[in-house]
């Protein structure tokens, strides 16, 4: 775990690009994403592109390829400034990522930059054991996280096998129309 605290996009060795985000009912958000070799310069692009873009976009705390138009099991998270915080890795970008073991499910409410407009009340695992693949080095890594990044994890890898927060809510009284504060 100490690996992942201590990752930084630098080890990408190049500045991302910032993309357009696309929005549900877009074909690529409803699909699995192909797993992709974390070795392989177009992931390492990738990689360094969704960290990119998730720091300009407000409010965001994690990005997944099928987001960005590309079907591919590849993800970023920084859920570190949110103020629902209590533990973090800080930012750290997956490939190829699953969940090994889970306990405690707890609903919350989520939102997603691909659904911009809603919010839903989703249940999930609180506790995780996430295990996945750096990009560049291929390097495998185990993430055991809790509460809120546990829930921005598995919300990630759900893009990643073409699932929706929309998805997973028990039905449409679970759904709201997303506040705006000015």
Request: aromatic residues 4%.
């Amino acid at each position: 775990m100490s690996r992942l605290r201590d990752w930084t996009e630098l080890e990408l060795g190049q500045q991302g690009r910032v993309l357009q985000v696309v929005r549900a009912p877009a074909d690529v958000l409803s699909g699995p994403g192909a797993e992709v070799d974390p070795t392989a310069p177009e992931v390492v692009r990738l990689a360094a592109d969704l960290v990119a873009t998730m720091r300009v976009s407000p409010g965001c705390v994690g990005l997944a390829a099928p987001q960005v138009g590309v079907s591919a099991r590849v993800f970023c998270v920084d859920v570190s400034a949110h103020p629902k915080t209590r533990e973090h890795h800080g930012t750290f970008v997956l490939c190829n990522a699953e969940v090994v073991e889970s306990s405690r499910n707890e609903k919350a409410r989520e939102g997603c930059m691909s659904v911009p407009d809603l919010t839903g009340d989703v249940k999930r695992a609180s506790r995780i054991l996430v295990r996945g693949r750096l990009p560049g080095s291929g390097e495998e890594v185990e993430v055991r996280a809790e509460a809120f990044e546990a829930r921005a994890l598995q919300h990630e890898i759900d893009h990643c096998a073409g699932l929706l927060f929309l998805d997973r809510v028990a039905g449409a009284h679970a759904v709201y129309a997303r506040q705006t504060y000015l």
